[in-house]
């Protein structure tokens, strides 16, 4: 019992560790551009295709073990394991076969069926090798199934002329090599060079070619060839029905272009997929290898889309991993579980003192495992969490306390003549908002179904230049996944400033800055049309190269760059973030801990969000980038006091605008419930007007008052 507790931790933890790592491909391993709609794509799923393309797998498995078991059969071997072991071993190969390149973790089906099950070596490889020559010979089937279709519809495309000519040419080598190339290279071997010593390595080695032969000979001999193909052909056909049905499950809902695609054109990209993965290149899981195959032959038919193209196979690959290394965890555990007494692998043991220090080291190194792969899987969980939330908020409604309080602030700010913008999700989407004080007036600026957020006002007030996001959802964690729009107010044109980028604003009134990619700010002339770079980390600066800029803001009168990074990057001894000044352009200064920085109206100061609120919420304070003096400026009293994104009004007339939540834990920029408030500078620093009375997110805002 104590040894099948320690495989079965064994093979929990390495699932655990295997699946962690899939996740970890997700949290890391994707372009921050590309995230957003591979995550959409995974969560707009058909989960009522997933689970008959589950079904259909899980028979594809028996089918494919049955043909397992008649090859060791064929083979002449006397302990032929039952269609449940198979099953079991067949399960977990599915799950290892992609883990190597070139598959190779194919020989965990070898090691399974001859240590588990006492299959003899020869027959175990004799029924993989041989079960892999039908399959090319099926894909060959397939493939004319395939170029049929085209040639009863009158139109014969190229590239289907070429994958039969390859499935034809794959077949044959496997078959000449296996049946033919082979048996002469054992002659020949044997022949040229014998073995001097019965009981030497290479003596072993020429007898288990021998037996590996003879064990060929065999299933060749046994007269079931046309069994073995007509299971290789409908194991092909359940496979790429399965896969069909993922690809549908996964295109229709995000991408319905695709999946109006022809079933062969479908059908086509998966085979191309499967011979990349099939290729002898480094990759773990095939990830790289099978999107480039399946991109490979979307290219050759013309499909327009490659980036849908991409996100939808690479959906297709991460699902079908997580059944593959999910059952074949499962089956690895009952493998141990149910697997003979009498078939456990026998260890030669020289004293019992030995076996004792041997065995708790054992199952030490068992609990290792075990913790670690689920420590690694719980991080990469955790991990997740801190890409933001994966789908877009609950748009709230009215506030109840919006009546009574609502007037109040009308009141306070009916003598001004000028309008807030923020972004909200108020009508189900995060779109622009514009409010009137005058009247308290709102009405929506942008109606795109993308999320739009970050607006700046221009100094004349006429302009608006915002971020508007890759797809329908876009969390404000990832900083990639946005292009930069500038818009006419009175008229709502809308105008491309640039790619990839976010927190927008004005260094003049015709000048557009923004970051671009998470590591470079980029300054635009929307007169001349000129670009520069103003800022990069790692170009001429100690930043690391590649460190991520969050929100970084310009000032346009000293040419400073003033920006918020992690404190490793920034040279903060304390803290998680922090904020830096450039000096000289190769230099630049660690300020304080803080996040959300800003420069003033005069370019002298700073406005930062920093630690010091109530309870350990934030609030809004000034600091001198020269002296590093710091002087609270906005520190409410009452429900609302953690509070973000400090805004000088956009023509400097004396006001600031501001969101706040109602505390730490409602810290989440675009999903929690902030208001807007405003602020007339070197008022009570305790008290400011509130301006939304929603529970939906509000965010970003900007204001304009006329002097």
């Not at 004080?437 to 700046?456: A, G, Q, V």
Request: proline fraction near 4%; charge should be neutral; include cysteine.
């Amino acid at each position: 019992m104590p040894k099948q507790l320690l495989r079965i931790g064994l093979s929990i933890g390495v699932s655990f560790a295997i699946l962690a790592l899939l996740l970890q491909m997700l949290n890391s391993g994707l372009p921050d551009e590309q995230r957003p709609s591979v995550f959409g794509a995974l969560q707009s799923t058909s989960l009522e295709l997933v689970a008959v393309f589950i079904l259909v797998t899980l028979f594809t498995l028996f089918v494919r073990a049955y043909r397992y078991r008649m090859l060791i059969d064929m083979s002449g071997e006397e302990n032929v394991p039952t269609l449940r072991q198979m099953a079991l071993v067949t399960g977990v190969r599915n799950m290892v076969v992609d883990m190597l390149p070139a598959r190779l973790g194919e020989l965990g089906y070898v090691g399974l069926l001859n240590r588990g099950y006492g299959v003899k070596l020869q027959h175990c490889v004799s029924s993989l090798t041989v079960s892999v020559a039908f399959d090319f010979v099926a894909l060959l089937v397939i493939v004319i199934m395939l170029l049929a279709k085209q040639f009863a519809g009158a139109e014969v495309a190229g590239w289907a002329i070429g994958a039969l000519a390859t499935a034809f040419v794959l077949s044959a080598i496997a078959f000449a090599g296996l049946f033919l190339f082979t048996p002469w290279f054992n002659r020949w071997v044997s022949r040229a060079f014998p073995a001097k010593q019965e009981d030497s390595l290479w003596a072993k080695l020429l007898k288990l070619l021998d037996d590996f032969c003879d064990s060929l000979a065999s299933v060749r001999a046994a007269g079931k060839t046309g069994q073995v193909l007509l299971l290789s052909v409908l194991i092909r056909l359940l496979k790429y029905f399965s896969f069909y049905l993922l690809f549908i499950a996964v295109a229709k809902p995000s991408f319905p272009a695709l999946a109006e695609l022809p079933t062969e054109q479908i059908v086509s990209a998966l085979i191309g997929g499967e011979i990349g993965a099939s290729l002898p290149i480094p990759t773990f899981m095939s990830f790289g290898a099978y999107e480039a195959g399946s991109a490979l032959v979307f290219n050759l038919l013309g499909i327009a889309d490659q980036a849908q193209a991409v996100v939808t196979m690479l959906c297709v690959h991460i699902w079908s991993q997580l059944m593959d290394y999910t059952l074949g965890g499962l089956l690895l555990v009952a493998f141990f579980w149910i697997k003979k007494r009498g078939q456990a692998q026998a260890a030669s043991i020289s004293s019992p003192r030995r076996a004792t220090v041997i065995q708790w080291a054992s199952y030490a190194g068992g609990a290792a495992v075990l913790g670690l792969g689920s420590m690694f899987l719980a991080y990469q969980l955790w991990a997740a969490t801190k890409l933001g939330q994966l789908t877009a908020p609950d748009a709230g409604g009215v506030s109840e306390d919006a009546g009574e309080w609502q007037q109040l602030s009308k009141q306070h700010v009916s003598e001004l003549n000028g309008f807030v913008v923020f972004s909200s999700n108020r009508d189900g989407n995060h779109d622009i908002f514009r409010l009137n004080l005058s009247d308290f007036k709102l009405d929506k600026l942008t109606t795109h179904p993308h999320t739009e957020t970050y607006p700046r006002i221009s100094p004349d007030g006429k302009r608006l230049v915002f971020a508007r996001a890759h797809q329908p959802w876009v969390s404000q964690r990832n900083i990639v996944a946005w292009d930069v729009y500038m818009m006419d107010i009175a008229t709502g044109e809308e105008k491309l400033v640039g790619r990839n980028g976010t927190a927008p604003a004005w260094a003049t009134n015709d000048e557009i800055t923004f970051a671009q990619g998470g590591v470079r700010m980029k300054k635009v002339n929307m007169k001349t049309g000129e670009r520069i770079t103003v800022y990069e980390t790692g170009v001429n600066n100690p930043m690391p190269r590649g460190a991520q800029l969050q929100n970084p803001k310009y000032n346009p009168i000293t040419k400073q760059v003033a920006f918020t990074g992690r404190q490793v990057s920034i040279g903060l001894s304390t803290g998680h973030w922090g904020t830096a000044v450039t000096l000289d352009g190769s230099k630049h200064k660690a300020l304080f801990n803080g996040c959300e920085v800003a420069w003033d109206a005069s370019g002298q100061n700073l406005f930062q969000v920093n630690p010091g609120g109530p309870d350990g919420t934030l609030h809004i304070i000034s600091v001198d980038p020269v002296t590093v003096e710091k002087e609270t400026l906005i520190n409410l009293a009452g429900e609302f006091t953690h509070e973000y994104w400090p805004k000088d009004s956009a023509n400097d007339a004396g006001y600031m605008v501001f969101g706040a939540s109602r505390g730490s834990h409602d810290h989440e920029h675009d999903t929690k419930d902030y208001e807007i408030f405003l602020w007339k500078k070197g008022s009570d620093p305790s008290v400011a007007t509130r301006l939304t009375f929603h529970t939906g997110n509000d965010n970003w805002p900007d204001v304009y008052i006329e002097k």
